[in-house]
């Protein structure tokens, strides 16, 4: 039955469909396979029995016909959405026990399509982080390691538990949250399809905020295929969010027509940034040619503000997490450190119940908003982020997509980076300027580092053209015909 | 500006300086930013949404009711409408505060600048300038009576839709202060837009209050916050202001600070809790985009608005000819008013606001009962004003009926079936009456000569004998003939 | 802007942070860094720039005054750390 883990959602799907095998056989296959992984930390809490009951009801419909889009696919989801009765922990001490009792819209939409819930997945502490090593309950493992090397490396983050059970085979789809590139560094480091979908797209009712004008929801799977099939239920208008776009969303399945003639491809000039590793500057020349010779035009565009992209949102997003995190305070759930006063118990409450990296951000942001600074960080910030999405929209006014890497390099060991924040944030470079801009952008993987490990190319769409967006990447996947496979799954 | 107002103190007179801001609960079935009900006194928790308890993940959605009652409330205070306003977040601590951050309005409130004036009771008139209105959220309720070592938090009203009304520093005296936040109280009672209950603390009062030399710089102010009733602000600014220029007298210098007013020694102390310089770090909520507002609807909601206050006044004094302070007093309340203008309809409107703010205030303070659950309904008290118009019943007689309808709620003229009080008009059984009352005092009867005031005594006997149901103006007329012939 | 031990500490209070004496220059020299490379934004020209709070372009939506959420005590305080006769609890304020 292991075979069936290798399956792609849409194999998978199919497989159910023509009563190859069970939902039941696919969970309980899944259920194993998750509690094989266990050595990579990649689930912070499992619910067999809970995907046993949904397979269950799953088989019930696909019995009789009346089969729902994503009936008995196992999924893991990111521990960030809120999950009716489980627990949800964002990774962090504070929220000790905390089982919400709601489910968030994403979540919701998923199950009611008849998807199957695995467990749990680990992140970066409230999804602060590009390399999962934040969490409270441990760091994630990627699956990958160097050919001949065995120290444990990095999944990428924060969507890092996600993307490691994607690539061990322990779940057919999951579900991230991108913030400054926490779903496509992650695939790029685990070599799996990540999409960050437009701001707006998906419903942020339910996941537990950490920067609220730039969090994603959006999906990881192993093929661009089932990153769309995800999409299709996950996304649309939700009155519960008022940031949600009231939109119609297209089939995107059906816009996977293997056609990119005629598109023009923007390759921004200023993401050569120095000391950009030789092996990723020629890959990403390789995925232009790809297009390319599928019949796309590269052009070379300037994105001039790109290089200020990073320190913006490190002004940006610490100042909303700070505002948004203050909810934690051992008043109404989670984590409660007593103290001889009130104040007392605040201070010692988040002084214990953040991580380092959480605490780093909450004053940084507590800085730049406060009395005197707020002009010369906050809203200056806001100004340079303006800059950007006018970047982008003046390239879209030529361009179709962009093609850029997805990070700077290839997975790092655990503990690399650990002394500099600023060398950690570095990771986010090619990310985090859709972020700011609100677009739509997915990661491909796209070939091998010369150590052996995945790297990924990014497309960058316009705001709410996934379509474009997932077209362009199946070109890419065609082309670069991934189908290397984790250590963890060869060993 | 012309201040009468002055305080004397030791060194020279005082001028007092009072800005007002009032939070008013805004008058809605749902939360600002939740569907959590708002009913006042519900079990502690009870109508509280994880949205309200910032629960992770929970996003707010506005109330476009609550939207519109700010609007009509800008509207009434002839306010600029801001057609674009921003939410944004104050950040601070506090356990009624679950989010740790208030969703207020800071730089871009949904109204800008109004008025309202003011009449004082020495007939000068003022405008009271209006800064701005802003919506926001209410915080929840700290208890800290009900455990030796606990505070306990009720979150029913933490979400519900407030407006902040800011005033200018215009008003001079603690008088002032209570004409305006009765005004103001009055103006939203008649748009609706808060029910102005300041014991359940529908409307909340701070008072910042400062000292100068008449027309000079202004002094520091002080923050008295949560007053919850027009005495106790007038108490506070009065208590405040002599505070103040007690200080400066003594050579000492007032502290910008935040105090509280204790009711029960009549006096504001500083608060106790050291609060760390103010430091909301405020900006503008991610969780929401700006609040626009179509000119077309805001137009809607000006055609809608109901005849106000002073312009009810003014027609009442134009149309029915009533002075000044009896339309002042029938305006207050849009229920008074409109009980008034049923009773004066098609009647003798001097009457109507006689019987009005007359006896039947008198009942309903006595009763301890709002206009709206009055005994007596305006029609009957109508029915009642025709009575004696008509001759049926006596002035004298009506007042008792009066009472008798309070007590019973019946109609007037049943009442005066009943007790058999129709008015003796009968010329031939009053003049027995006159004859039988002469007779018997010849003493008086010769005073009458000199003392014309004697005829009050003659009528007294005659309508004790008939019961006072004799026609008054017959008596007098019989009584005048027969004595003058006498 | 360098960051001093005591901007340091009043940051963490102003957050309700904890932080120990002892970590609080190492903090300050981290948070000055971070600090330091964020201010490379005032190389950027911006006047005449309108700061960009949301990419939305939407118009806030509004929803009915409905009731349709609340009655439910004991959900909202069934993860309270301390809760008692329907309240929430916490060490006592001193006002
Ligand atoms: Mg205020
Ligand atoms: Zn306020």
Known sequence: MSDLTGLSLAEARAGLLSRQFSARELAQAHIAAMERARPLNAFITETPERALAMADAADGRLKCGAALPLDGIPLAVKDLFCTAGVLTTAASHILDGFAPPYESTVTARLWSAGAVMLGKTNLDEFAMGSSNTTSHYGPVENPWRRPGDNRPLVPGGSSGGSAAALAAHAALGAIGTDTGGSIRQPASFCGIVGLKPSWGRCSRWGVVAYASSLDCPGPMARTVCDAALLLQVMAGHDPRDSTSAPLPVPDYAGALVGDVRGLKVGIPREYRAPGMPAEIEALWRRGAEWLRDAGATPIEISLPMTKYALPAYYIIAPAEASSNLARYDGVKYGLRVPGDSLDDMYERTRGEGFGAEVKRRVLIGTYVLSAGYYDAYYLKAQKVRNLIAQDFAAAFANVDCLLTPTAPSAAFAIGEHADDPISMYLNDVFTIPANLAGLPAISVPAGLSADGLPLGLQIIGRAFDEATVLRVGAALERAAEFRHRASFLTA | MATAELIEGRTGSWEVVIGLEVHAQVTAAAKLFSGAATAFGAAPNTQVSPVDAAFPGMLPVINRHVVAQAVKTGLGLDAKINLRSVFDRKNYFYPDLPAGYQISQYQQPIVGHGQIALDLPDGRSRTIGITRLHLEQDAGKSLHDQHPTQTYVDLNRAGIGLMEIVSEPDLRSAEEAGLYLRKLRSLLRYLGTCDGNMEEGSLRCDCNVSVRRPGGPYGTRCEIKNLNSVRFVMQAIDYEARRQIRLIEAGGAVAQETRLFDSSRGETRPMRSKEEAHDYRYFPDPDLLPLELDPEWVAALRADLPELPDAKKARFVADYGLRVEDADVLVAERATAEYFETVAAGRDAKAAANWVTGDLFGALNRLGRAIEDCPVTPERLGQLIDLVADGTISGRIAKDVFADMIETGEAPGAIVERKGLRQVSDTGAIEAAVDTALAAHPAQVMQYKTNPKVLGFFVGQVMKATQGKANPGLVNELLRRKLASA | ?95
């Open chain 3, 1 to 95: 802007m360098a960051l001093d031990k005591s901007a340091v500490a009043h940051i963490a209070r102003l957050a309700r942070i904890r932080v120990a004496d002892g970590e609080l220059d190492a903090l300050a020299a981290e948070l000055s860094h971070i600090l330091a490379w964020v201010e490379q934004l005032a190389e950027v020209d911006t006047d005449d720039v309108q700061p960009m709070a949301s990419v939305a372009a939407m118009r806030l939506p509004m929803r009915e005054d409905v009731v349709t959420d609340g009655d439910c005590r004991d959900a909202i305080l069934k993860n309270a750390p301390q809760a008692a006769r329907g309240f929430f609890a916490v060490p006592k304020v001193v006002e």
